[in-house]
């Protein structure tokens, strides 16, 4: 019992995540001031390149835009750094709040945004994408080639089926980008 309670306590510990914050503090003015409204947009696509393949954000997808803060600028550092199981990097809540959402307007990727200040923003979006096995399991009872006697001639045969299993995979895609005072049109693929 005790070895139970032993295994069950280690096995929950090891769920635990430990997130890395950066160490510059989040600057709400700055933050804020740069989401104004402005005169300038963005148009762009995402897109994720897996194998060959070209992955795009579904239909209605969510689009982020934050603005370049020293603050998101080392979030995205230590990402590079910290992005396990056990040690992940983190944004306080305030900073991850500061960003303007739009969303996908066809199922290949592009997006659009309108009344942008001029400045350096960061966009970013989830791309998901499935990847597909298929695997041919007998689906019926062997039927066996018998004499009459009852003695096998040969070999037998049995009908199959092909079954399918799919794992879905999400892979976040996101670009550093300038936004002049006129239109600003991205491609941001990975």
């Known amino acids: 019992m005790v070895f139970l309670l032993c295994f069950y306590s280690n096995t929950k510990a090891q769920k635990n995540v430990e ?3 950066p160490t510059t503090a989040f600057n709400k003015e700055e933050a804020y ?8 947009s ?7 390149k897996k194998r060959g393949y070209v992955n795009y954000p579904g239909y209605l997808a969510k689009v982020l835009l934050y603005p370049v803060t020293p603050h998101l600028a080392e979030y995205i550092e230590l990402k590079k750094k910290y992005n396990s199981r056990k040690k992940q990097a983190a944004m306080t809540k305030e900073a991850s709040m500061a960003r303007i959402e739009t969303k996908t307007i066809d199922d290949k990727g592009h997006f ?3 009344n942008i200040k001029p400045g350096k923003y960061y966009v970013v979006s989830l791309v998901t994408w499935e990847k597909v096995r298929s695997n041919r399991v007998q689906s019926g009872p062997v039927t066996s080639n018998k004499n009459i006697l009852g003695i096998q001639m040969g070999g037998g045969s049995f009908s ?3 079954q399918y299993e799919s794992k879905a995979y999400e892979e976040e895609v996101g ?5 002049q005072k006129n239109n600003t049109i991205i491609n941001i693929a990975k």
Request: proline share 0%.
């Open 19 to 21: 997130y890395v914050l």
């Open 33 to 40: 001031k740069m989401l104004e409204e402005g005169n300038s």
């Open 42 to 48: 963005i148009e762009g696509t995402l897109s994720f």
């Open 112 to 114: 659009v945004f309108t």
């Open 160 to 162: 199959t089926e092909t």
């Open 175 to 179: 670009e550093y980008i300038e936004v």
